[in-house]
């Protein structure tokens, strides 16, 4: 696909974040519904998709990296957006988001604000990942209603439910330890 600049909107730009590094920003207030920027890319089929998303995973589990800009489109069509020049690429995710992705009769993508939005705010959208490999997708998000990864809202319940689990067993793991070491310890006293 062939380089462009970078796309622009009239209500958003690219800072720094305290979330990932750079994100985008309100350049101005926006009311709720407004369309800010369209997310662009190469369309492509589910085939496709799949061999880049496959790539990615693979490429992820050598390096720790996991940038992917796939979305759907429909049955047929995703979007790969992970091209320099689509600046909607750059919104970071939140677990209390300003925006979401909408897609319109066309079938492009737009970043909609789900609420007004403060001039300076940042955006951000859930990116909806599935719970499979929630782990390799720890969230710095920092709202108050944080789930702790990037993981779709239909998640969170089963979520809470593997992590509570988790940390019980980790607890017991280290009372059994606690418990090891206390009993060392009373025999090294008998000797």
């Not at 920003?25 to 589910?46: N, Q, S, V």
């Not at 929630?134 to 998640?155: A, D, T």
Request: aromatic share 10%; hydrophobic share 30%; glycine share 8%.
């Amino acid at each position: 696909m062939e380089e462009r600049p970078p796309s622009t909107s009239d209500w958003a730009e690219v800072r720094g974040s305290e979330v990932h590094g750079r994100g985008l920003f309100a350049l101005k207030d926006i009311p709720e519904g407004k369309y800010i920027i369209e997310y662009l890319g190469e369309r492509i089929d589910k085939e496709e998709s799949d061999r880049r998303g496959n790539t990615l995973f693979d490429e992820s589990q050598e390096t720790g990296g996991a940038q992917v800009y796939l979305f759907t489109l429909d049955e047929n069509w995703d979007l790969d957006g992970n091209f320099g020049w689509n600046t909607a690429r750059l919104v970071n995710h939140s677990c209390e988001p300003n925006c979401e992705a909408q897609i319109d009769d066309e079938l492009r993508i737009w970043l909609t604000a789900v609420q007004d939005i403060r001039c300076d705010e940042e955006l951000s959208f859930n990116y909806g990942f599935g719970i499979d490999d929630y782990e390799r997708h720890p969230c710095l998000c920092g709202s108050r209603k944080c789930i702790g990864y990037i993981v779709g809202e239909e998640y969170w319940p089963e979520l809470r439910r593997i992590v509570k689990k988790k940390k019980a067993k980790e607890e017991r793991k280290a009372a059994k330890e606690r418990a090891r070491e206390k009993k060392k310890d009373k025999k090294k006293k008998f000797f």
